[in-house]
């Protein structure tokens, strides 16, 4: 029998990712505040991967605990900038200082993807890209953000790659799928191994 297969992510672009890939799965939100795992362990010299592994996992046992049985997926990602790890601006103000801190340089998007099944961490994964913002006028910046609007808020770089935050790039360097949050090409290579989709 085919396990049932459970995303564990409020994120619509990782929801649109698995289904346009075809995959068959529910959406369980998990119940878990994120600062506070994070909070947990800040003194544990974790890095920005680690991080992003650790929110995932959490994210997928939480769900894992009311759905005996299901393959759940647990996925989040981190940006580095340096040696900060930076969190989904609050407003567009801190969205506005997000852009132009990014601004002519090079930052790093870590996206980890777990499944977890009865409550057991069965495989983690995690994709790194490296992208460079070219340098950005205020003005720019401005106009871009009023284009896109709250949109902006929903990412860690307020922008979506898919989207007009193209325009921010001059340099992309890995997988589009990790810079959307859910390395996709390893995660479906696993849910095969696993008998979860069709091989």
């Given at each position: 029998?085919?396990?049932?297969i459970?995303?564990a992510?409020?994120?619509?672009?990782?929801?649109?990712?698995?289904?346009?890939a075809?995959?068959?799965f529910e959406?369980v939100?998990?119940d878990?505040?994120?600062?506070?795992?994070?909070a947990?362990?800040?003194?544990?010299?974790?890095s920005p991967?680690?991080?992003?592994?650790?929110?995932?996992e959490?994210?997928?046992?939480?769900v894992?605990?009311?759905?005996?049985?299901?393959?759940?997926?647990g996925?989040?990602?981190?940006?580095?900038?340096?040696?900060?790890?930076?969190?989904?601006?609050?407003?567009m103000?801190?969205?506005?200082r997000?852009?132009l801190?990014?601004?002519?340089?090079e930052h790093q998007?870590?996206s980890?993807v777990?499944?977890?099944?009865d409550?057991?961490t069965?495989?983690?994964?995690v994709?790194?890209?490296?992208?460079?913002?070219?340098?950005?006028d205020?003005?720019?910046i401005?106009?871009?953000?009023?284009?896109v609007?709250?949109?902006?808020?929903?990412?860690v770089?307020?922008?979506q790659?898919?989207?007009?935050?193209?325009?921010?790039?001059e340099?992309?360097?890995?997988?589009?799928f990790?810079i959307?949050g859910?390395?996709l090409?390893?995660l479906?290579?696993?849910?095969?191994?696993?008998?979860?989709?069709d091989?």
């Amino acid at each position: 029998m085919t396990p049932k297969i459970i995303l564990a992510s409020g994120s619509p672009y990782r929801r649109k990712l698995l289904s346009d890939a075809g995959v068959t799965f529910e959406v369980v939100h998990p119940d878990i505040d994120e600062r506070a795992v994070e909070a947990a362990v800040e003194d544990a010299g974790l890095s920005p991967e680690d991080i992003a592994q650790l929110l995932a996992e959490a994210k997928a046992v939480d769900v894992s605990a009311n759905h005996p049985g299901a393959i759940v997926i647990g996925s989040d990602q981190t940006l580095s900038l340096g040696d900060a790890v930076l969190h989904k601006p609050a407003d567009m103000e801190a969205a506005r200082r997000r852009l132009l801190a990014l601004s002519g340089r090079e930052h790093q998007l870590n996206s980890a993807v777990v499944l977890v099944r009865d409550g057991e961490t069965i495989w983690r994964d995690v994709q790194v890209a490296r992208l460079t913002m070219r340098q950005l006028d205020p003005g720019f910046i401005g106009r871009y953000l009023a284009a896109v609007g709250e949109p902006a808020l929903t990412s860690v770089g307020a922008y979506q790659i898919e989207g007009r935050g193209i325009q921010l790039f001059e340099r992309i360097e890995g997988d589009h799928f990790t810079i959307v949050g859910l390395p996709l090409l390893p995660l479906l290579a696993r849910l095969r191994d696993l008998g979860a989709i069709d091989g």
